[in-house]
């Protein structure tokens, strides 16, 4: 005796209802003069689904399933539906040509289960990555923390293995701006490949991802970069994201390591660099120099430190609170980071032999009032530059030194001329960043041993203490973790800084070729603190800690 089959059966029909729509879909598409299209074997052209959102598709019973330039392909299971009519009008209204065609309810179910693998992204016409989508949005609202941001990031891969990689990438850069990092690096090892985001200055783990995936994402970041698919090796590309109307330039990077290609990305979200020169945490004393120094029509001021230690933002700062009307400002970067409004930015190139140098001659030709040179590193550049301080012109720049003191003997290295270096400059800073403790959950902890032996040296070299300081300070705070700061016990960043002036005993030391260590001795009376003694006093506030002071200087070091 046969068994029955259920299951057979049941496919069985299933088949003969299918059949039974896609004939009764010719029959009336017979009817009303439409062609006829079965979308169960149909290509679907995943950009064709933007013109309509999947709520509006399924409420008028139709599906757009192909596009060429505004002609546009509508699949319908009722021609004369109300709904359906009233959308393809709206098609038109927005400048679409529609051809509708009849089809089944399986065919349109088939097109709608498509939105899910729908990018939430799309690219502009100037070739931006917009993926200002509502549910990404809402995803940037929901992340408050790391956890957060896990947990959507590995179910995004976890879900089959259907990888979403255009959705996978839009969640990391949207996950990035959500967590305000300024990196995202994606490092592969042996079995895995790590994802990490460097937030304020250090980075900190997200998650593992298969190779699978890392090669998919790999593609895709090449591709939205303008980089070649097909060369492993160091790639440099750049593609912009828009959110919220602002446009964000992501800068990747790509460099062959040991078991594949490393690739970092820069976020560069112009609203971090939007900071003011009274919101960066400059001292009092030194941010009433800088502010009268700035108000000069000449002179130059520089300001020195590692990659990564906020000189980008110092310039601009110094930009936005010189920028009037009446200036004309000019800036040669390497590269444009950020746009800022009013001034005339230029970008070297060395394939086009664009360099400092040849900007700099070139803006001086354009008549400026101040120019912003994005870093002095030959000696070309360096005379230039100085030579635009000595005729009327406000400089700003940067210079690799270690500290304030280091900027004279480097810049005399560099050919500078003693005799006009002091002329010209007016100002030398230095400057770090360090974490902000979190506010929320720091820990309150004595001075004591080796904490009270160096606070106690550094108070004593200062000559007099801010009036805000206890005379006998007693306690210093340390951090914590709690959920407000991803338990990092950090949250946000803030300077130390130093600065040396122009006064007759610099001078005169500059004219003796003088080391670090005789700038320094020439500075004594100047009254600015050092960066050791900025960030002790930032201690003292709460603000930081001790631990955070010595990742970032050498504060047992004399100078």
């Not at 070297?348 to 354009?366: I, N, P």
């Amino acid at each position: 005796m046969p068994v029955f089959d259920e299951e057979k059966q049941s496919k069985r029909v299933g088949e003969i209802r299918q059949q039974e729509e896609e004939e009764l879909a010719q029959v009336l598409s017979a009817k009303y003069g439409i062609s006829y299209i079965d979308l169960t074997t149909s290509a679907i052209d995943m950009e064709a689904l933007r013109v309509v959102d999947e709520k509006t598709a399924r409420a008028a019973k139709l599906a757009v399933f192909d596009m060429v330039a505004k002609k546009i392909k509508v699949a319908v299971l009722a021609p004369e539906n109300t709904e359906t009519l009233k959308t393809i009008e709206s098609f038109k209204t927005k400048g679409y040509i529609p051809t509708v065609y009849m089809t089944s309810d399986l065919s349109l179910e088939k097109v709608w289960k498509r939105y899910k693998d729908l990018s939430y992204s799309f690219e502009t016409k100037s070739g931006a990555l917009n993926i200002a989508n509502d549910e990404i949005e809402a995803f940037i609202k929901t992340v408050k923390s790391l956890p957060d941001l896990k947990k959507t990031l590995e179910e995004t891969v976890g879900q089959s293995q259907k990888y979403k990689i255009s959705h996978l990438l839009e969640l990391m850069i949207a996950g990035a701006l959500a967590l305000k990092a300024s990196d995202v690096h994606i490092e592969p090892e042996e079995k895995q490949v790590r994802i990490r985001y460097r937030l304020d200055g250090v980075l900190v783990d997200v998650m593992n991802v298969a190779n699978e995936v890392y090669h998919l994402l790999l593609s895709r970041l090449k591709l939205l970069s303008g980089m070649k698919l097909n060369l492993y090796g160091a790639q440099d590309g750049r593609f912009s994201i828009i959110m919220n109307d602002t446009e964000i330039e992501i800068r990747a990077s790509i460099l062959p390591s040991t078991y594949a290609e490393s690739v970092v990305l820069r976020v560069l979200n112009p609203n971090s660099i939007a900071v003011g020169l009274d919101d960066m945490g400059i001292q009092p004393k030194l941010l009433a120099i800088l502010n009268h120094e700035v108000d000069k029509p000449e002179g130059m001021i520089l300001t020195t430190g590692p990659t990564g230690s906020g000189k980008t933002t110092a310039l601009y700062a110094f930009l936005r609170k010189v920028y009037t009307p009446e200036l004309k400002i000019l800036t040669i970067e390497n590269p444009v980071e950020y746009h800022l409004k009013g001034i005339v930015q230029t970008q070297t190139s060395t394939k086009d032999e664009y360099t400092f140098v040849a900007g700099l001659r070139a803006a001086l030709r354009q008549d400026p009032d101040v120019i912003m040179v994005g870093e002095i590193r030959d000696s070309e550049t360096a005379e230039i530059a100085v030579n635009a301080a000595l005729t009327g012109h406000l400089v700003f720049s940067t210079l690799h030194t270690n500290n304030a003191a280091g900027t004279f003997p480097r810049l005399i290295n560099l050919g500078v001329n003693p005799k006009v270096l002091t002329s010209a400059l007016s100002v030398s800073m230095a400057q770090r960043l360090m974490r902000r403790l979190c506010q929320t959950c720091k820990k309150e902890i004595s001075i004591e041993g080796r904490n009270k032996m160096l606070i106690d040296k550094i108070l004593t070299s200062i000559k007099g203490l801010p009036e805000y300081l206890p005379a006998v300070p007693t306690k210093i705070y340390e951090p914590n973790g709690c959920a407000e700061c991803n338990h990092t016990g950090f949250k946000g960043r803030i300077g130390i800084y130093e600065a040396i002036l122009r006064t007759p005993e610099i001078e005169e030391a500059v004219m003796n070729n003088p080391s670090e260590r005789d700038i320094w001795k020439a500075a004594e009376n100047q009254g600015i603190l050092n960066m050791k003694q900025d960030g002790i006093i930032k201690i003292l506030q709460g603000i930081t800690s001790m631990g955070e002071l010595e990742r970032v200087v050498d504060i047992e070091g004399g100078y």
